[in-house]
Every structure is written in C-alpha cells, then in structure tokens.
C-alpha cells in the first residue's frame, strides 16, 4: 500500500469531534412568469422545497463523505426546525448524542427562494446572541464525555453564538491536556480567542477584516500570516487564497499550494470541505505540504460541482494519485 492509501485508510479509523452552528439550509425552487400586483416583485410559483444540513453539520457529512467518524456537538431550538434538524442527522447517519437544546433561542434556518435558476431571496431564521452560562456548562459536560473519542477536534464558527470566548477557551484546555489537536474555522467575533490551536484557516478577507484592514492592502500574505501565528500562539496557519491557493506557515517555515485549474461552478461548501480534509490531516500529524496539498484539492474538486455538497472521497484519491506520479 503506498502512501496516499494509507492515509485514505487511516481516516476510515479517524474520529473527528465538531463543534460550532449547526443549521438547517432550505430551498424554495419554483419559477415565474409575472410580476406582483401588490409590489414590483416577481411571484414564484413553488414547484418543490428542500432541507439540507447546514454550518457545522455540513462539515459532520464531509467528514462523513471522507470515510471517518464525525460527532457533532451543537445546539438546536425547542422548535419543530430543531426536531427537522435531528432528524436530517439520523437520515444522514450522524450522531446525535452531541445535540443540546436551547430552550431560548431559535433554531438557525436560511431559507433561499429561487426561481427560473435565479436566487431571489434569503430568509435567516436565528439568534446571535452568545449562548448563555447553563447551555455553556451543558455543551462542555457533553464534549467532556466525547473527548476521548477523538483524534481531532474541530471549531466551525459561523457567529451564531455557540462558540462563546469561555467555552472556547475551556475546551483548548480540555483538548490540550488530553493531546487533542485543534482546527479552527473562524469567524469574526471570537477570532482572536482562539489561542493554542493546531491549526487556524482564515481566508484572506477575514485576516484583513481581523486586522481592521482592506483586503486589497494585504499584499503581502506571508507576513501577516507569520503575525496571525504569532498572535494567536497557532502552531499553524493555513490561509485560503481562492484562485492562488493556500499558505500555510508555521514558526519555523511555510508552504505555497497552487490551485489547479478548475471548471470552477458554484463555490458554496468549498470551504467546509478543505477544512475537512485539514482536520484529518492534522489528526494523522501529516507534513503542512500534505495537508496543504490535499485540503485546496478538495476544494477545488468541491468547486466544480453546483450546490453544497461534500467532497467524494474517490475522487479525491484519484485525482490525488494523479497529481502524485506528476
């Protein structure tokens, strides 16, 4: 067995512990033909509608899709959408002992109404408020009895109020002293509480907006990476740059993946995938020009495709081994 099988095999006994805002992703497909008469907007005659897991969930069916063990920590409303999204995990074959219910807020629900192949609309059903100091201590009590379990444990931060400053903090902890190694999908809020992860995968724009800079005036990537590192104590950064790539720097070195050149149709999801791959990278303690390799693969293959879905595991392979006899 060569080494890129052995890797592909080694996730298939890999467990990935996910924490972060989980939602429920709908769709309204219809079409039109008329405008309304009661305001200038188009009436869509609904001719189907659609339920997709969302957020952190989505990033549960990557992991998934690539052949290991995801268990999903998060929380859902005491509403029938919280009921619906246990239910698309128990349809997808996804654990639910990690599910906590929030007898306060809402389920997050983004609702799209298309029509004629045209995106009309988004309707956000949610609460950003942090979660409060009972559903903190729930959460962590719940991850607590998980860790073990886990080879890698990943923050998936959609600014929807799970991952507040102390239960981030409490669970590097947690993580740290039980040899846990940390991803990290930020997000604005909570992006410098991240302290002592792995493994940290801003995009350019959020390093900008983190920095309270225009994205245009981050020319030079690999210094404000270096500094993110620096500030964040993060053994790694891993920045994706869209069309050229991902940098990943670590104290003592860094590695520039290109990006190949891609059919690039729809790139919804691309994210949750290269950050799946990322974490069972890190699991496997792989080299950053592996993990960096792998992860924008998997993104880029993401890309082709319409619509969030996860990346095929053998197609990846493939198209891995292809690039690995070049």
Known sequence: MNQLASIFNQWNSTTALIIGDSMIDAYFYGSSTRNSPEAPV????LEKKEQRLGGAAN???????LGAIPILCSIVGPDNNGAQLQSLLKKESLSTKGIVVDESRCTTVKTRVIGNNQHYLRIDEEETELINHN????????ISSLIQTADVLIFQDYNKGILSPNLIKSVTQLCNNSNVPIVVDPKQDQFFDYQN?????PNRKEIAEAYQMQENEINDIETWAKRLRS?????????TLSEDGVLIVNEQDQHHQPAHLRNILDVSGAGDSV????ALCVALKLPNPA???LANLAGGLVCEKIGVVPVDKAQLFE???KLEKI
Do not use: R, W, Y
């Not at 500030?231 to 920045?239: S, Y």
């Not at 950050?275 to 990322?278: E, K, N």
């Open 197 to 201: 992860c792995t493994l940290f995968k």
């Open 319 to 321: 198209e891995a081994l």
């Open 275 to 278: 950050l799946s791959v990322a």
């Open 59 to 65: 990033v549960a069916l990557n992991i998934k899709a």
């Open 42 to 45: 188009p009436i869509i005659n």
């Open 291 to 293: 993990i960096a390799g």
């Open 231 to 239: 500030d964040l104590n993060a053994k790694n950064v891993m920045t």
């Open 135 to 142: 559903i903190e201590n729930q959460l962590f009590t719940t």
